[in-house]
């Protein structure tokens, strides 16, 4: 049990352009669902928590305006980069976390690169 | 806020042989560690977890101990294996006190040398 998913697991795009990312918490219900961001060698970055129904929490420093966080579901929880620039490209990882649950459990990961 | 300092950052060992990583924790009202294996180009998976009531916890090849005194906590792989083969992490949380938010460690990257 507790299988995240997410969707794409690579994605290229164009500056400027948006990209969408699913996080999908496939065998239990995520009350609440984190987005990261790492870069190549380094620890996992928090960028925004997110509990169902409500606003994302951002972390400071992450602009809310740029990462568009959408917990619309008790599994699903979507990341959207807007107007996407080179400098976003990154590893985007999402985790979720059962209801009274202290575990996260982690997405396999989703590669962005924007050219 | 929690800090979390994780040593070294790098280790490697011959197979066979016993690993150990360590990390330092700075709030002491932390209560949950645990401990995730990243493989390149995937997604953290949690391997084993102790939450602050308990002081070591052992699962097959891998135990976790936890120094509350001492605010630190540590990870042994025994017996490893080539597919022990990756990066570690430690995370400390405070539970719901932070929205159970995961403050992590810098990274082990450990290597077993066939």
């Known amino acids: 049990g507790a299988v995240v998913s997410q969707h794409p697991s690579r994605v290229i795009c164009k500056s400027g352009t948006s990209v969408k990312i699913e996080c999908r918490s496939l065998?239990?219900?995520?009350?609440?669902m984190f987005w990261y961001r790492q870069f190549p060698k380094q620890s996992l970055m928090l960028m925004a928590t997110?509990?169902?129904?409500?606003?994302?929490?951002?972390e400071q420093g992450v602009e809310k305006d740029k990462f568009l966080i959408n917990h619309a579901s008790l599994t699903l929880s979507t990341l959207t980069v807007t107007s996407a620039h080179p400098e976003d490209s990154s590893f985007y990882i999402c985790?979720?976390?059962?209801?009274?649950?202290?575990?996260?459990?982690f997405g396999p990961g989703t590669r962005l690169t924007v050219t | 806020g929690e800090n979390v300092e994780q040593h070294p950052s790098t280790l490697s060992v011959q197979e066979g042989d016993s690993a150990v990583i360590k990390c330092t924790y700075s709030d002491s009202a932390s209560n949950y560690f645990p401990w995730y294996k990243q493989e390149l180009g995937k997604g953290p998976q949690l391997i084993i977890d102790i939450r602050s009531n308990v002081g070591e916890k052992k699962d097959q090849r891998i135990a976790v101990t936890l120094n509350k005194t001492a605010k630190h906590f540590s990870l042994h792989i025994t017996e490893t294996q080539p597919e022990d083969s990756a990066v570690y992490f430690c995370?400390?949380?405070?539970?719901?006190?932070?929205?159970?938010?995961?403050?992590f460690g810098t990274g082990t990257s450990l290597t077993v040398i066939p």
């Open positions: 985790s979720a976390r059962r209801d009274r649950g202290l575990e996260q459990y």
């Open positions: 997110s509990n169902e129904g409500s606003k994302a929490t951002y």
């Open positions: 995370a400390a949380s405070l539970g719901v006190n932070t929205g159970n938010q995961f403050y």
């Open positions: 065998d239990f219900q995520a009350t609440t």
